[in-house]
């Protein structure tokens, strides 16, 4: 899309604007009453003329009506509804706050949106989950986790405990774009995988989509995970933390400038190493293994149109001691500046930078033998994106994104026998351009559409020196063309660009039912080298270049949504599938890491998913929760792999089942528990095994890749909350969390694998190996005032 074309859109919008100055508008924020925080999703209905919208991600709305009197409702699950009548013979601002519903007369809520979203929204393949809920499921050492949470939803699975990351629909961990405040993270886990690095307390909202992806939207193929920050209480200073078995956090908020700011700050830290100091041996007692991060972010209001954000990330894993050392860790920084230009057109101007980068240290540099390891993956970006509210059944979105890609694979230094030997890799750069125009549009009380397109251009640039590569035999490494060739600063290596369609159709069959349908195309520039189960922090990542071309994938979903008992009970079922391609393997033996030929050790194929995800939910009374049931295959066809053959992937799971219960009986007490039951992952073992000189070989006799798998994954947690009946310094609320992991002691399998038996090297065993074979039990305080 040439940039003439764009300005021409813009203009027309603008035209659009002055063509209806027969009608008027009325427009505002929707703000909770309680913290002044903007609500996300509050239903905006007019009663006269039975249309409405919903708010932005800021709590923006605006509705455009002929000139006469109105009656505006404003509902949100778990707060008292509002109605305001007005007089529409101008333009009307009108912002307001919703008071939550009071404990005595309300009952349990899960979730805090529209009671029909579900049905009524042309969204589809998209979960929320409120974090209300997800502090009150079992946790792994009673630490609220959010990755962990969404692992429960349906689409959604992992290749076990201890990996971080999730699988979605089929994709890989790199293929989820993570979004923090806007920022994309590039590994969103904390010890291994174990937590992931958001901060239960500082977090206000979190989305998962996995189909029906809207325009502006783009970098990844499998899913996008939109998580917003806190802005702070602009009500009154406020203070919440909490004490647990591994780790403590803390949090403050608070308001300045007469409210019309405020800001928040939270942070964690874990004490492993504290508490296992005094058992450990002389040689280990300076051992470092720990985590922590900070999460903070402000905002000011300048006037009634303009609003500023400013919010960052920083999180560190510590591990070492004995000459031995390993960190990794993110940092992200988001500024944002939203503009009300009219009433009806919102701008939202977002810049970022992230950083994710790891290290590895052997010995001390003045020793004779020591080594030195450096990686990470810089992004920095500018994306402005605007809505234009064209009536209550009409509203279009446009925009465009710019990134700047800084990647450096290995800074790496060896020393041996006091020789110094460099092994560092070139530096990548790249860039990615985006523009996008969206539309969601209601064609009558039962017909709604989104529809949009996005086009994306990638650029590999210099400087730096690149290789071509020739097959020596199908399947095996390549080998470079020497000498490669030089590229200046600035000067273009390869050029991607990819037109992506995306559109969704919601049938409302009746007031309490419809069927949706969704078809997106993605692309992705972005890939995580890894050739091990779970992806681990020396990953590399890597851009597309003129060896590696971007990652494609088309997905349609054909869904019917059903809600019973005035919403109190949703239904769901989705069918799915998605076709991927240029898809990532290894030669045998590959070696991913500092190799500066890595290139010659991929391959490329194509995969396929597909499936059907079940969802039954229950949202008010003393118990609430759902249970998701997915029936699924992911599968992967390489030239030269499983005799050319479709395989499934290591994170291919038939089944997956989790239940979430949480029961509030009133009063003090409340209780929660999970339960997951899925299929074990796919894993290539030996069908035969041959004798050479004494010792006996395992052999894959039909050579195909994942052809059994290890044993079925369950587990059961469980949790008690316990209220204090004191109040924590006359006015704040505190609790005690008792919770359960893995009450049933199940040693669910992470891999299985073979080995020589120590007595008699001629008999061979299957081990199977269990990252957690125990009950883990867990107490946490938790405090607000």
């Known amino acids: 899309m040439q940039m003439k074309y764009f300005l021409l859109l813009i203009f027309s919008i603008g035209f659009l604007d002055v063509a209806a100055q027969d009608r008027r508008t009325v427009s505002g924020y929707v703000r909770d009453g309680g913290n002044g925080e903007g609500l996300i999703g509050v239903s905006v209905f007019v009663r006269e ?9 800021y709590g923006f709305y605006s509705i455009t009506l002929p000139e006469g009197s109105y009656t505006l409702v404003f509902s949100y699950v778990g707060y008292d509804n509002q109605e305001k009548s ?31 979203e579900n049905v009524k929204s042309i969204e589809m393949s998209v979960n929320k989950v409120e974090m209300k809920t997800i502090r009150k499921m079992p946790a792994l050492l009673g630490e609220v986790d959010l990755i962990k949470s969404i692992q429960l939803l349906p689409g959604v699975s992992t290749v076990g405990e201890g990996s971080s990351g999730f699988n979605v629909r089929g994709g890989d961990i790199s293929q989820n774009l993570v979004l923090l405040d806007e920022a994309p993270v590039y590994n969103s886990s904390h010890l291994f995988g174990f937590f992931s690095i958001f901060n239960p307390d500082a977090v206000k909202d979190v989305k998962l989509i996995k189909g029906g992806i809207a325009a502006q939207y783009g970098g990844r193929i499998s899913s996008i995970l939109d998580v917003r920050m806190k802005e702070g209480n602009n009500k009154k200073r406020e203070v919440s933390g909490g004490i647990g078995t591994i780790f403590s956090r803390l949090t403050y908020e608070q308001p300045f400038a007469k409210g019309k700011g405020s800001f928040i700050v939270a942070g964690r830290r874990s004490y492993l190493d504290v508490l296992a100091k005094p058992f450990l041996n002389k040689d280990l007692r300076d051992s470092k293994f720990y985590y922590y991060d900070l999460t903070t972010k402000v905002n000011y209001r300048l006037g009634d149109k303009d609003t500023f954000f400013a919010s960052g990330y920083f999180g560190r894993d510590v591990f070492g001691g004995g000459g031995f050392g390993f960190e990794w860790g ?19 101007l977002t810049g970022y930078y992230s950083n994710y980068d790891y290290s590895l240290r052997v010995g001390e540099e003045t020793e004779a033998d020591a080594f030195r390891w450096n990686s990470r993956i810089i992004s920095s970006s500018f994306k402005p994106d605007f809505t234009f509210y064209l009536s209550p059944g009409n509203q279009i979105t446009f925009g465009g994104q710019y990134i700047n890609y800084n990647a450096k694979p290995a800074n790496a230094v060896a020393i041996s026998e006091n020789e110094r030997i460099d092994l560092s890799q070139q530096p990548k750069h790249a860039d990615e351009s985006a523009l996008y125009i969206g539309s969601e549009q209601k064609l009558g009380e039962r017909l709604a559409l989104q529809y949009g397109i996005r086009y994306s251009l990638f650029r590999s640039l210099g400087p730096g020196t690149y290789y071509d590569f020739v097959d020596v035999e199908p399947g095996t490494r390549k080998d470079p063309v020497l000498p490669g060739k030089e590229y200046a600063k600035g000067s273009v290596v390869k050029q991607y660009g990819n037109w992506e369609p995306r559109a969704s159709v919601n049938i409302g069959v009746s007031d309490r039912s419809s069927l949706k349908v969704s078809y997106n195309r993605t692309a992705q520039y972005l890939h995580l080298l890894s050739n091990t189960a779970a992806s681990t922090p020396l990953d590399v990542w890597t851009l597309s270049s003129n060896n590696i071309k971007p990652q ?27 076709k991927l391609f240029n898809q990532i393997d290894y030669v045998p033996s590959s070696s991913l890491l500092l190799n500066q030929f890595v290139e010659g050790d991929l391959l490329f194929g194509k995969g396929r998913a597909y499936g059907a995800e079940f969802y039954a939910k229950k949202n008010n009374g003393k118990l609430t929760g759902w249970v998701s049931y997915t029936l699924a295959r992911t599968e ?4 030269t792999i499983s005799n050319n053959q479709w395989f499934p992937t290591r994170f291919d799971k038939p089944h997956n089942l989790n239940v979430v219960a949480i029961y509030e009986p009133g009063g003090r007490l409340s209780f929660s528990g999970n339960f997951v039951l899925t299929s074990g992952t796919p894993a290539t073992f030996p069908t035969a095994r041959f004798e050479f000189n004494g010792w006996p070989l395992p052999y894959n006799h039909g050579n195909l890749r994942n052809n059994n798998r290890i044993g079925t994954y369950h587990r059961l947690d469980l949790s008690a909350t316990l209220k204090a009946k004191k109040k924590l310094f006359g006015k704040g609320e ?52």
């Not at 007089?87 to 029909?116: C, G, I, M, P, Y």
């Not at 988001?334 to 009300?340: D, F, I, K």
């Open 49 to 57: 003329t039975s249309s409405g919208v919903t708010t932005n991600p």
């Open 86 to 116: 007005i007089t529409l013979n101008q333009d009307l601002k009108q912002d307001l706050e919703l008071a939550q519903t009071s404990k005595e007369l309300a009952e349990v809520l899960v979730s805090a949106r529209r009671e029909d």
């Open 330 to 348: 993110n940092a992200t920084a988001t500024a944002r500046w939203n503009h009300v230009f009219s009433n009806r057109l919102f701008m939202n």
């Open 552 to 578: 494609v994938a088309d997905q349609v979903a054909l869904g019917w949504f059903q809600n019973l008992a005035g919403n109190a009970y949703e239904f769901s079922v989705e069918v799915y599938y998605k």
């Open 636 to 639: 992967r066809k390489v030239n």
């Open 734 to 785: 505190q609790e005690v969390v008792f919770s359960v992991y893995n009450v049933y002691n199940r040693r669910n399998p992470f891999s299985v694998f073979g080995r020589i038996n120590e007595e008699n090297v001629m008999k061979t065993e299957a081990v199977r190996y269990a990252v957690m074979g125990s009950i883990i039990p867990a107490v946490t305080y938790n405090f607000e005032f």
